[in-house]
Every structure is written in structure tokens, then in C-alpha cells.
């Protein structure tokens, strides 16, 4: 399987509300599946946190609930997460999240959207 990586972006410029969101899946040298997670405000410097899985699926399943929590942030927060950019492993996973696709109003593609200084 390839490398599962996830940009999400929420922006409520009313609310000063600028948050991203950013998740990469995949093996270690060592075969464990790991999942770090990337956040904080946009132009920050965030925090990162890690966790080491068994399987696949379980690794899968993280972060899929991690996408829903972040679906119902509009609820929580304010704020709208919307996928900025995502690899192609990435979209089984947020078929089935059904987040939305950012329109950018520059007409620059998704993958071209002003990375957050988020901590790696």
C-alpha cells in the first residue's frame, strides 16, 4: 500500500479562525504501520504527535476517525474542514468521509494552497 498523507484546512475569517489538519500513514523500517498527525492554527508552528500501529487497518481506521472528527468541527469550533491535498491512497478513505474539496479563489489547484508551518 502506498503512503496515506491528508491536508484538511478550515478558515473562518469572521470567527479569526485559520486551523489546519495534516495526516501521513504508512510503514516504518521496522514493518509497524505509524500515523503522525500535524495541527495547529495556519502560520503557526503546531504540534505533532505519532502512534505506532499493528495492521493496516487498524492504522486505517485512526485516522478515518480522525477525518470524522474533524467532518463535525463546524459543530465543535466554528470551523469547516475542507481537503487541501491528499494522495492517491488517501481517497477511499475520504470517499467515505465525504469531506469537501477546497475552491481556491485564485484558481491555483488544491495542491498548490499555502502550506502551514506545521512542526515535523
Avoid at 473562518?12 to 505509524?34: Q, S
Avoid at 485512526?62 to 491528499?86: Q, T
Amino acid at each position: 500500500m502506498d503512503e496515506i498523507a491528508i491536508l484538511l484546512q478550515g478558515r473562518n475569517a469572521e470567527a479569526n479562525r485559520h486551523r489546519a489538519w495534516r495526516v501521513e500513514a504508512g510503514r516504518d523500517l521496522f514493518g509497524k504501520w505509524m500515523v503522525r498527525v500535524s495541527f495547529g492554527r495556519i502560520g503557526c508552528r503546531g504540534r505533532t504527535f505519532a502512534r505506532e500501529f499493528a495492521s493496516e487497518d487498524e492504522a486505517r481506521a485512526y485516522v478515518r476517525d480522525g477525518l470524522r472528527r474533524r467532518k463535525g468541527a463546524i459543530r465543535r469550533c466554528g470551523v469547516e474542514y475542507r481537503v487541501v491535498d491528499a494522495s492517491p491512497a488517501a481517497l477511499t478513505l475520504l470517499a467515505k468521509v465525504r469531506l469537501s474539496k477546497v475552491r481556491l479563489s485564485n484558481g491555483s489547484k488544491p495542491s498548490e494552497a499555502p502550506e502551514p508551518r506545521l512542526e515535523t
